[in-house]
């Protein structure tokens, strides 16, 4: 019997930089298990350009995992790397796969200045030079002193960087010339700013394939992680990505299935279907459309046309490879792709996610525990009920009824495999109403309640297997057997 899955994002981009995280973790395994959590995604845990104030996306090196004094401190913002491997080893006693996060599209915080030949692109017409080419200083030698060489001897220089964000020494000077400071002073001050864009890795390089194909082989083996979530991968080949899985896969009796996630931030899922096929159908995405539709919807306060809501979606158009949420780390309040779901419209957004058969849902834990330091809710007396729904209850056919701008809703018939299951799901962004549905003759004589507490009435299921389902104003019913329990 196989029960459905479910992501969570353990992290937001609000995470205390306490070095805590993945103590917190351990303590967390048994907490998600029981929520039905079957796989968790952890914010990135190698070493960052800002030290244990980065959230982990300005890459610095691959190899430290919080085990080396470096960019200010041993341990990333979430701990140690033995810390990191304690989380990673609790979950999966727990039962739950984990992802990690990686960001591999570029490098931050060199150790070394470097004398390069470049040239200046327009910044909206990457082909467009602008300008003679110049002899600059450029931020691109990576040596690793706090490491010493353990686990790899690369070292990265401009060699390896398809492009370089290459106008730090004339900053510093035009700073020390204005401010009247040393170039220690203005580095110590301004130091953040040489990192706008950092050194774009080339991924064509051979060195560099052999070296991050070395790391993922380096990374499975010391972490035991089953997947891999891929920051922009919009700008890695795919092909990369499959190969990248092929190698953290291992070979042999030892050799696993490795998941492989990326985001790619555009609302045409046609760029996004042809990011997947470009892995040769290995990666799967997450489903920013989808996600797109929620936000729109949640602002329009009721103009939204329902019956639209899941056009244009990966979990409409490639389900199987849809990794769908509602909101994340990135489009959170003030993240730094904002675009988050109004609270009124969450749960409407959060059964779509959790409670029909297409798609790999992935629940954010900013929404479940809340973020108090920009003021966002905690969602969890509502999202219990939805995950409990979706363990217990949201299995066999589906049928949709996506036909009206305002009431829209779908079934679900249940399976033999899973006692009572079967379900029937009404939302409404307006005023509310009924919507006749069929959840099967099975059920036909049956009476069934709205376990979200929309309606105080149960509704008798006819001999053709329907019934006639209500929704309130602005809200999400779910109908399930009467006396069957959460």
Partial sequence: MKDNGLLVQYFNANTPADQTL?????????VLKKLGATAVWFPPATKAAGGKEDMGYATYDLYD??????????????????????AVRAMKDAGIDVYADIAVRQKLGADKMEEVTAAEFNSKDGPQMIGNKKTVGALSVFTFPGRKKKYSEFQWNWRHFAGIDWKQKEFRQRVCGLLNMTEAEAEKKFGKYDY??????????????DELMAWADWYEKNTDVDGFRFQEAEAVPGWFLKDFAAVASGAGESAKEIFTVGDFWHWNVGYINDYID??????????VPLHFNFHDASMAEGDFDLGRLLD???M???PSKAVTFVDNHESQPGGILESYVKDWFKPLAYAVILLREQGYPCMFMGDYQGIPGIKMKSKKTILNKLLKLRKKYAYGVQHDYF????VVGWTREGDADHENSGLAVVMSDGTGGTKRMYVGRQFAGMHFADIMGNAKYDIRIDEEGCGEFYVNRQGVAVWIKKDCKL
Avoid at 22 to 30: E, H, I, L, N, R
Avoid at 65 to 81: A, I, N, P
Avoid at 403 to 406: A, E, G, Q
Wanted: contains cysteine; charged residues 25%; negative net charge.
């Fill in 278 to 287: 470009s892995t040769e159908g290995t990666a799967s995405m997450f489903d």
């Fill in 65 to 86: 995992l919080g085990e080396f004094k470096q960019k200010g401190s041993v341990g990333t913002r979430y701990g140690t790397k033995e810390e990191y491997i304690a």
């Fill in 316 to 318: 409409m158009s490639n």
């Fill in 22 to 30: 993945w103590k917190q973790a351990v303590s967390d395994a048994p």
């Fill in 312 to 314: 244009g979606s990966l």
């Fill in 196 to 209: 706008i864009l950092g050194c774009e890795i080339d991924f064509y390089n051979q060195e560099v394939y």
């Fill in 403 to 406: 036909d009206h701008p305002d």
